[in-house]
């Protein structure tokens, strides 16, 4: 089945820097790429995704890549704010049996400092 | 708009009881999917379920098991508990089956085993 490796799990920037966070993936039949940011306590926010026949996304500060030939995908945050501090997971989704599951990373603490 | 919301948010069992726990997908949301969030790791595929049959399943044993009502709301039953039960239960909801769309999810209900 799928596997989604995550890197780092934890990453410490300076306000006003970027963070990039980094995912492989094992199934090539996933097809759909999608980012959650989780505060303490709240639900996963989607904030970007991406499909496999698109390269690059791009929402204002936030940017995700698509290599499918490496099966490696990352989020890109740029002009970091206090705010952006949360955990980050990644997920890939196989369509598996009929059913589209979410395959998730094991989470990267992102930490703004002031 | 109502986002998906989950009952109830907090729930403390003892080993061996019963739970069910409930899920209001987006109005207009046709597909519910269930996770199981354990502290520190990112959520785990349980059920999917569109048009109130099962679509998928994840590695989970046959303690577990959901249904999906008319009207789209959900239900999953967990029998038996077990300590290794204890965790943030996740429900997100989509559009519709298929392979590219985005999950929504809810604030989970916290299950703790005793």
């Known amino acids: 089945g799928e596997n989604v490796e995550q890197h780092p799990s934890t990453l410490s920037v300076q306000e006003g820097d970027s963070a990039v966070i980094k995912c492989t993936y094992s199934d090539s039949a996933s097809n759909y790429f999608p980012w959650y940011k989780q505060e303490l306590g709240k639900r996963p926010q989607l904030i970007i995704d991406i499909r496999s026949n698109v390269g690059e996304k791009k929402d204002q500060r936030i940017a995700v890549t698509l290599n499918k030939t490496a099966k490696h995908f990352s989020l890109h945050i740029t002009e970091t704010q206090p705010e952006d501090s949360a955990v980050y997971f990644c997920a890939a989704s196989p369509y598996f049996q009929g059913a589209q599951k979410l395959v998730f990373g094991q989470g990267t603490r992102l930490t703004i400092n002031p | 708009d109502t986002g998906v919301t989950q009952s109830p948010t907090h729930l403390i069992k003892t080993r061996g009881q019963q739970v069910t726990l409930r899920c209001s997908p987006i109005?207009?949301?046709?597909?519910v999917s269930w996770y199981q969030q354990v502290l520190g790791q990112g959520p785990q595929f349980i059920f999917q379920?569109?048009?109130?049959?099962?679509?998928g399943r994840g590695n989970f044993p046959d303690r577990f098991s959901a249904r999906q009502f008319p009207n789209y709301s959900s239900e999953l039953n967990v029998n038996a508990l077990l300590l290794g039960d204890s965790a943030l239960y996740l429900c997100?909801?989509?559009?519709?089956?298929?392979?590219?769309?985005?999950?929504?999810f809810g604030d989970g209900t916290r299950l703790s085993i005793l």
């Open positions: 997100a909801s989509s559009l519709r089956q298929g392979a590219v769309q985005p999950q929504h």
């Open positions: 379920y569109y048009e109130k049959e099962e679509r």
């Open positions: 109005s207009g949301h046709k597909s």
